[in-house]
């Protein structure tokens, strides 16, 4: 009977030992950490810019051999200037600066890459050109738009003039180019 007694005893300890080792927590396995991110963005305005006003030298005529240069302030409003003692401003033509209307997000800053130096040609005679380079931009070449994503921006620069063999009475066309891109 001494046996059983220590079975019995035993047999109890056993079903104790494994009753706790059942209810006590036992260590999960390390696992790697899981955290779920987020995504934004937002999709604005394309910038976009149209010409109000076609850059204009205007009317001018040649005295003499001598060359120059008729300088388009860019400003709101019409200035034109002259260097040399050969060429003189006329009365009528298209002259002042260019303007541009660009729109985009409000409030953001853009930038502005002004043209290369640039040709224009007589159009009866493609072969008679005038550089056109300087270029000035107001308000500057990185401006911001304002409330409502407007702006308004002049052009202009200057005309570099050759002799009347160089540059013979006529009508002259060129273009250019003028980038704009949100800093």
């Known amino acids: 009977m001494t046996t059983n007694k220590y079975r019995f005893k035993l047999y109890t300890f056993l079903i104790a030992a494994g009753l706790y080792f059942i209810s006590v927590p036992t260590p999960l396995s390390a696992q790697d950490p899981e955290v779920v991110g987020t995504i934004t963005a937002e999709l604005v305005e394309v910038l976009s810019a149209s010409e109000i006003s076609p850059l204009g030298f205007g009317r001018f005529f040649i005295d003499g051999e001598g060359t120059g240069s008729i300088i388009v302030s860019a400003i709101p409003s019409v200035y034109r200037t002259t260097t040399g003692s050969s060429v003189h401003l006329a009365v009528g033509g298209h002259e002042g600066p260019a303007i541009y209307e660009v729109r985009g997000y409000p409030e953001s800053a853009i930038s502005i890459t002004l043209p290369a130096p640039s040709q224009i040609a007589q159009i009866e005679n493609p072969s008679h050109k005038m550089s056109v380079d300087t270029w000035v931009l ?32 006529g009508q002259y066309y060129g273009t250019y180019t003028l980038i704009f891109s949100y800093d």
């Open 138 to 169: 107001y308000p500057s070449q990185s401006p911001i738009l304002d409330s409502d994503g407007k702006l308004t921006l002049y052009l202009g620069a200057s005309l570099q003039v050759g002799t009347i063999a160089d540059n013979p009475v």
